[in-house]
Structure formats: structure tokens, C-alpha cells
């Protein structure tokens, strides 16, 4: 294992190597350019539903205004962007492609309204993580898993997939496959 050091421009933390795999694990980061978190304007504006409409149109109006206003412009071209505390993106070493990406978010935390919410953040990553190429990595062949760490709080055994969740009151880590 090599770790490396968070310089505020690169946030892989730790890398090593297996004898078919390659892993790279990233920290508060949007990892590797290989992946994205991002969903711009342009792209949600070809949505027809009055709430996407007005929100982008709300976003053009306080850009103008910014311009106008206070003459200074801001980048209007995020609708969405996520950051999840932990990323760890698995590369074959045969082929050097991207095949499999674990994103985890921690809330140490014993509210469980705010384990809640740390759920939700994990889950809307895992739909709208994207790869290079802009497509959603559930619709393509790079298997894509939740871990979400919570503080004391009980967590009942469901099997479901994809998702896994570790909680500080259980010694052993409680797994989720739940179908996205």
C-alpha cells in the first residue's frame, strides 16, 4: 500500500495493487477525472417539468443580475455537484479501465434523522456518479457500491444490494442489497 499526500489538489489518499486489480482510494474528493459528479444546466434544461424550468431559469436570472449588478459573472453551468467523503475507484490491470467504484459517507453521528440524510446523499451519488464519457455508471458495466459509516446508532439487518451500511453498535458490518 502507498499512501500520498492530500495537497488540496489531489485528494487520493492511499493506492495499492492486487494481482488483478489496481485501488485508489480518495478522500472529501470528486476522484479521478475517470468520474464525475456533476450535472450541468444544459443538460437538465432539456427536462420539461415546471420546477427543472424554473429552477434554471432562477439560475440565469441571478447570473445577469451578478453581471449586471455587481459586474462579476459566476460559472452557471452546475445544476448538481456532489463530493462524497470516500471514493475508492478499482481498475483492472489487464485492461486499465475503470471496473468498479465504492463511494462512501460517513455521519458519526447517533441522530438518526442525520444518518437519514447522510442515506439519501449516498444513494443520489450512487444514481448520478457519471463516467469520462458523461454516461451514468449504473447503465453501463462498472459495478457501482454504497458504504455508508454511522456513529452509535442500531441498524436492523436488511439484505438488499449494493449498498452497505457500518454502524459503531454492531461489531460486524451490516450489509444492504438493495436494487437501485
Not at 444514481?127 to 464519457?133: F, I, M, P, R, S
Request: aromatic share 8%.
Amino acid at each position: 500500500m502507498q499512501l500520498h499526500l492530500i495537497n488540496g489538489r489531489n485528494n487520493l489518499f492511499a493506492s495499492w495493487e492486487t494481482e488483478k486489480y489496481e485501488y485508489r482510494i480518495y478522500h472529501d474528493s470528486a476522484g479521478s477525472s475517470n468520474i464525475g459528479f456533476n450535472i450541468s444546466t444544459e443538460e437538465i434544461s432539456k427536462v420539461d417539468h415546471p420546477f427543472i424550468m424554473k429552477k434554471v431559469n432562477s439560475m440565469d436570472t441571478a447570473l445577469l443580475i451578478a453581471s449586471q449588478s455587481l459586474g462579476k459573472e459566476f460559472g452557471n453551468t452546475t445544476f448538481w455537484r456532489g463530493r462524497p467523503d470516500i471514493i475508492v475507484e478499482v481498475y483492472s490491470k489487464v485492461t486499465r479501465l475503470l471496473s468498479k467504484v465504492i463511494i462512501g459517507e460517513v455521519k458519526n453521528t447517533k441522530n438518526i434523522d442525520y444518518a437519514i440524510t447522510g442515506l439519501r446523499e449516498l444513494v443520489e451519488y450512487i444514481e448520478l456518479v457519471k463516467g469520462k464519457d458523461g454516461c451514468y455508471l449504473k447503465e453501463t458495466d462498472i459495478e457501482v457500491e454504497g458504504m455508508l459509516f454511522l456513529g452509535n446508532i442500531a441498524v436492523k439487518n436488511v439484505e438488499t444490494e449494493h449498498i452497505n451500511i457500518q454502524s459503531l453498535s454492531h461489531k460486524n458490518m451490516v450489509k444492504l442489497n438493495i436494487s437501485l
